[in-house]
């Protein structure tokens, strides 16, 4: 039977096997799953108009999906599937069909901060001109963000309705995102020494550099945080910064033994930062979900920036900490970031 919904409830089914409830409601894996009793109906109150993404634990502790859910785009978790309560809303940038977009340079080469071949993609918007200086991101989770998010396509929309103005990104790959992302003072070394000067420099394998305008940092997650992180202590480079659903609860050192982040251990300490000297060289755009544990951390954040003088905005959508909620984050961002 598929999930009912009710104004702001959503009663999901149980299918058989399903032993235990998982998704949006437990931050996934980071809470405990909640038990459920065959064909015993599980009923949730949400905001107007979520979309909540969810999988089903059978006896054994492996997920499976919901037979009867919509599908979804979920990288960490491909037994997702989603129900939504109401109507998602997306934002009207999406609608039509998509425009031309501009061209696409590969970059590739042997990691010398962090061993290993790394991968990058240049993005020049299809207005670009060679020796035209552009606002320019430097994008955590760049497969992702390129091929989920569609931030390009999301730009060259806006532009052609003539709501932003062009900018190129730089969609940086991750070997390993938690151990470079999660407060990583090597991260810095390898974006400056590694990536820029192939892309702004004298090891350009594409043609002519890139002339920039303005320098930004851009991701979700712990990407949002490496964004944040980075830009916020470095004004020689960065003026701008996007995060969505940063993982705003991080310290350094703060990692348990098995590699995972000790939540309680951690605590805020980039907000901290921030409030004790606030980075009023950035334009930042900031969001989170409502249904995801990093909700409370994201609205303290932007309360600590509000206090401190910092160009910002902030939002909340009726999502989880997944690529549909980021999706329809990023837009916003990108008016936030480059309209008019």
Do not use: C
Not at 113 to 126: E, H, I, K, M, N
Not at 133 to 141: F, H, I
Request: glycine share 10%; hydrophobic share 40%; aromatic share 10%.
């Amino acid at each position: 039977m598929p999930a009912r919904t009710d104004g702001r409830q959503v009663t999901l089914i149980p299918p058989a096997g399903a032993a235990a409830l998982i998704g949006d409601p437990t931050d996934w894996d980071r809470r405990p799953a909640w038990p459920v009793q065959p064909g015993e109906p599980v009923t949730l109150t949400l905001p107007r108009g979520a979309w909540l993404e969810y999988a089903w634990l059978d006896a054994q502790g492996q997920l499976f999906p919901d037979p009867e859910g919509l599908p979804t785009v979920n990288p960490w978790f491909s037994a997702a599937r989603a129900v939504q309560v109401g109507e998602w809303a997306e934002h009207p940038l999406w609608q039509g069909a998509a425009p031309e977009l501009g061209t696409v340079h590969r970059l590739a080469w042997e990691g010398k901060v962090f061993a290993g071949r790394r991968r990058a993609t240049l993005y020049l918007p299809r207005s670009y001109r060679s020796g035209q200086a552009l606002p320019l991101y430097y994008v955590q989770d760049g497969v992702a963000f390129y091929r989920i998010g569609r931030l390009a396509e999301a730009m060259e929309r806006a532009v052609a309705a003539g709501q932003a103005q062009p900018a190129a990104f730089v969609f940086v790959e991750p070997n390993d995102r938690n151990a470079e992302y999660y407060l990583n003072a090597d991260y810095l070394p390898f974006l400056r020494d590694e990536v820029m000067p192939r892309v702004e420099g004298d090891l350009t394998e594409w043609g002519v550099p890139v002339q920039v305008s303005e320098r930004g940092l851009w991701g979700a997650s712990l990407g949002g945080l490496a964004s944040l992180y980075l830009g916020s202590g470095h004004p020689e480079l960065f003026s701008r910064v996007v995060s969505h659903s940063g993982a705003l609860i991080a310290r350094p050192g703060a990692q348990a033994p098995e590699g995972k982040v000790d939540v309680l251990e951690a605590g805020e300490w980039l907000r901290e930062r921030l409030e004790a000297g606030p980075p009023r060289h950035l334009r930042v755009s900031l969001d989170t979900g409502l249904l995801e544990w990093l909700t409370a951390p994201n609205r303290r954040m932007a309360a600590a920036l509000a206090d401190g003088g910092v160009e910002h905005s902030y939002r909340e959508f009726p999502g989880g900490h997944n690529w549909v909620t980021w999706r329809q984050a990023l837009t916003w961002a990108l008016l936030d970031q480059l309209g008019g």
